[in-house]
Structures are given as C-alpha cells and as structure tokens.
C-alpha cells in the first residue's frame, strides 16, 4: 500500500483537499450552482435539466456544513477521489517517482482544477468516469461477480451524474465488441439498468420532460464556424491550458495495444469525433467534452514517465499553470485581482440589496431560473421564476413552486423592464426594476395540445387543467409565440379561440376543455420555423403552455 501511495501523494492529496476546502467556502455561489442547490431542497430521481447525482451531493454536502461549503464539500471529496482513482488506474513501476508530475498534471486540466470544489454535474460525472474505468481495467483482468456488479452500479451513478456518460459507455464498450459475448458483461448492464429504474420512472410520470427539452426544444442558432466548429476546437485546447500540446501528442503517440489502453483511446478520440461532428449543427459547450480528461490524464502520465523530453517540458508549464491558477483562484474570491466580472462575483451584494427594498413582498424574477435560487440561497427566502413565451421551460415550470407565490403580494423583477417601482444593480452594473403586484395569481402549467384539423381548414386545441382547483376559461387569453427556424422567439400574436362547448365557464381540475382556432396571417410569420400555444392571464405576458410545432412552408397553417 505505501509502495501504490507513496507518503508525497497523502501530503499532496490532503494539501489538493484543504485548498479546495478554503476555496469552497469564500467562493459566492455561481448562478448553475444555486440552481442545483434549489434541486436539493426537494430530493428527486430526476429534474428538467439533469439527472439527481448533482443534487443527491448537495444534499449530502449539507449535512456536515452550511452556506456555500454547504454546496461544495462533496464536490471536494469527489475530486481528491478521482486524484486516487486516477493513480490506482495507473501501472507503471516508477510512477511513484513523479507524483509531483501527477498532481501538476491534473491540476493544469483547467476545468478538472475548477470542478474540484464548484458542484455541477459534471463532478460526480468525471468521478465516476475514473472509477468506471478503474473497474473495467479490473474487469478484464479479473470479471469476478464483485467486480461485475461494482461495474454495473458505477455504470448506473454515471448515468444518474449526466447524460452525457453514455458516451463513456458506449466508447468503451466499441473498443471491445467481443463483450456481447460476455455474461458477466450483461450482467454489470442489467445491475445498472435496474439501479436506473426510478430515474426512468421519473421521466415517465413527467413525459419524458428532459428528454423532450434536450432532443427538440432547445434553441439554436443559424452555423457559424468561428463560433460553433472553430470555438470547439479552441474548446479542446482550454480544458487543458498550457499543456495542451503535450497531451495531444502523448494520445497520438500512444500505441499500447492492450484492451484497457484502446478503452482510453476509443473513449477519447469517440467524444471528440461526436462533439466536432455535433459541432456543425449547434454551439458545443466545454463541459461536455471534459470526460476525455480523465482517460488523457492516464495516457498523458504513462506518456510523461516514459519521454524524458516531454516530462521536463510538462513539468515546466505544470508549475506554470498551477501559478495562473492559484491566481484565478485568488481572483474568484477577490475580484480586483482582474479587471474581469465572473458571476461568482457580487451576488451577496446584489441579494442584500434587492431584499432591503422588498419589504413583506415575495420576489418573482420573470425569466430566470438563475436569480430566483441565488436570491433564495442568500437570503433563505422563497422566490420564483415566472417563465413566459420568450424563455424556455426549467424546473421551476415543473414543480411546485408556483404555489409558493399564488394569492401573495409579490415584487415582480424584469431585466426587461425600463422602469419600476424600484430597482437594483448586479455585480457587472446591470439596472433591474421591479413593480409590485397584489394577489398574484398565475396558470403556468395549463397544458395546451394543438392539432391541425385538415378537413374544416383549422386548428382544434385542447386546453388540460393539472391544478387542483377550478380556472375560469374566461379569464384566459391565448397567443402563438413563433419562433426562427432555430427555435428562437421572434414574437406573439394573439389568436380568437372557439370553444366547442360554449355553456362550460370552469375548467374542472384534471379536466379539458376543447376549442378550435383559425392560424392567423400575418407577415412576421413569413420565416417563421416553429409556434407553440400559449396562455396569459390577467396582465402576464402568456408561458410556455404548448410544445414547438413546426411550420411546413405554410402548409400546415
């Protein structure tokens, strides 16, 4: 055991988890972190954007710490976790003569560094990652039952972390087809598809909301190079900073023709070839392709210790790197430090000053799902996002939260607004207003089905109640908010509905109501691509009631 973890990787190890500590707890909240913690307040197999994992470590996180270490002291374990699982995953006899090299090279991985105490899901995801590979590599040296179990429920924890961790599955699984042919195999598949049952449950219940979301209602935009293929291949470079070059090259040298080294290749160069050919259609974010840090840490390492040329160049720009990021680090904390607003920046300050001009009122932010949970995290007060036809769906468009607000007097908070009944300034210098409404009262989760009735020429709709109590159809005004082909809202425009049932005026709960309508013509649909229902009341701008139906060349209208 001293001889695998040498005294030098304990110190380095337990130095790695009480920097990312200290870091944890004076580093404000990023805005994705706050929306995972809102996540946690209310445990789940599944939420809009994600699977559980990233929520489930928050909870978890909570029970020995509070405020943002609250947050993040999973997320610190975790990464000296993957520090470990890495070095275990590793056979080389005289790896323990570099572990300085070791931890410079992991630490050098830009977003490796960052995900060492921010919590995403992408935490648990390279976690897992490294530990799905660490079994495998067993698996092929020993498919005993323990191991074949572990595998499988590992496979499932990744796939509880992201999505995305089906490339890792399945990039591993091409390098080595002959595993079709393997019991043990399928029997790690069927532990992990057993474990996965309540998340597919949970996506049942809610009609596959997440997957819906991710496959056909995402916005895009219209392909530009610079910023969708070029800014990928930029992409690649920035997740391992100034040692890009080395790394690479360590992969393209790399010629180890056992199963677990083609694993690593296959898995590496598999993800890059998906995202580049994703790349063509939509912008590629750089967390997505951050798994191929953990198999090019393993292959950058064997690589390091064998080329004695490389390892003196990795270790110069280690030491490089790692001074530029003690010094971002530094500089998340204390801003000054560069003319630069990141938006773990400000938001206690713009919290505490929003909240002193609230009063009794509860806030709703209209169209962030950003805000709402920072504003609640900081000040333990419940809050909302109200979101309408020119957003996009999120958690809270699928939970309860609405209820928190109904009948309240509220303080309704626009970006958009010009002015107000007061107003405050984020970190970057931002101008909000707010205006106060009473009774507040709102219909978000009205659901709308429209389909095109060929025969009379028009569109029938059907309108479905989910609450728990009666709504008046004559307070509902009804829009189609129409979109560019990339499923950008470009506009609304009201439309006359025709009930089909003229003496029914409640809507009974769990009960439709049934109308039909004429599409309307009018210019600004011309280009259009996509329109989806929606439903306003009183003075609310109308939500997000239907789903994207596209436009046929005006054939379908």
């Not at 001009?357 to 509860?362: E, N, S, V, Y």
């Not at 989760?445 to 479905?464: F, H, R």
């Not at 029914?504 to 013509?521: G, I, M, N, S």
Request: glycine share 4%.
């Amino acid at each position: 055991m001293t001889q695998k973890f040498p005294r030098l990787f304990y110190l380095l190890l337990a130095a790695l988890f009480v920097l990312n500590l200290i870091q944890a707890s004076f580093t404000e909240l990023i805005f994705d972190e706050a929306y995972y913690w809102y996540y946690a307040q209310n445990l789940d197999w599944g939420y809009f954007d994600h699977p559980p994992m990233v929520a489930f470590l928050i909870e978890v996180s909570s029970w020995f710490f509070d405020g943002e270490l609250g947050v993040r002291f999973m997320s610190c374990v975790l990464s000296v976790g993957t520090y470990v699982v890495l070095w275990s995953a590793i056979d080389h006899p005289k790896k323990k003569d570099y572990v300085p090299h070791f931890f410079l090279l992991l630490f050098s991985m830009t977003l490796m560094n960052a995900y060492g105490f921010f919590t995403l899901p992408d935490t648990p995801l390279l976690f897992f990652t490294a530990l799905f590979l660490l079994l495998y590599k067993k698996f092929l040296e020993k498919p005993d039952y323990w191991t074949t179990i572990a595998l499988g429920l590992v496979m499932a924890a990744l796939m509880y972390s992201k999505y995305h961790a089906v490339l890792v599955i399945l990039f591993v699984f091409l390098s080595n087809i002959n595993l079709v042919y393997n019991g043990k195999a399928w029997l790690a598949v069927v532990v992990a598809l057993v474990c996965y049952v309540p998340h597919f449950m949970w996506l049942f219940e809610h009609d596959f909301v997440s997957i819906k979301y991710h496959l056909f209602e995402r916005p895009n935009q219209a392909y530009s190079f610079e910023k969708f293929t070029l800014g990928y291949l930029l992409n690649l470079v920035a997740i391992f900073g100034l040692l890009f070059y080395w790394v690479y090259f360590a992969l393209i040298k790399d010629k180890d023709s056992d199963k677990f080294s083609k694993a690593l290749r296959f898995l590496t160069y598999g993800v890059v070839l998906f995202f580049f050919v994703s790349s063509f259609n939509r912008r590629v974010q750089t967390q997505w392709v951050i798994i191929i840090s953990i198999p090019l840490a393993i292959i950058a390492f064997k690589h390091l210790i064998a080329n004695a040329q490389s390892r003196k160049w990795m270790f110069r720009m280690g030491i490089a790197s790692a001074i530029l990021m003690f010094y971002a680090r530094a500089w998340l904390v204390h801003q000054p430090l560069l003319p630069l607003v990141y938006e773990a920046h400000g938001n206690k300050a713009w919290v505490a000053d929003l909240d002193s001009k609230l009063g009794d009122a509860t806030v709703v932010f209209e169209n962030s799902y950003r805000r709402a949970p920072m504003y609640e995290f900081y000040t333990g007060k419940p809050s909302f996002s109200l979101n309408n036809a020119f957003y996009r769906k999120n958690q809270y468009s699928i939970d309860d939260s609405e209820e928190r607000v109904r009948g309240k007097n509220i303080a309704m908070v626009s970006m958009y607004r010009k002015s107000g009944d007061f107003s405050y300034l984020n970190a970057k210098g931002t101008q909000f207003f707010g205006v106060f409404m009473d009774d507040f009262y709102s219909l978000r989760k009205l659901t709308c089905i429209a389909e095109k009735n060929a025969q009379k020429g028009s569109w029938d709709l059907k309108v479905y109640n989910p609450y728990p109590f009666d709504v008046a159809l004559d307070s509902l005004n009804y829009v189609i908010a129409y979109t560019d082909a990339y499923k950008k809202v470009r506009g609304k425009i009201p439309i006359n509905v025709k009930p089909k049932h003229p003496n029914k005026v409640f809507l009974k709960p769990r009960d439709t109501a049934y109308y039909e309508f004429q599409f309307p013509k009018s210019d600004k649909l011309e280009n259009a691509g996509y329109f989806r229902i929606g439903l306003g009341y009183g003075n609310l701008i109308p939500g997000l009631n239907g789903t994207p139906i596209k436009i046929e060349d005006g054939s379908n209208l």
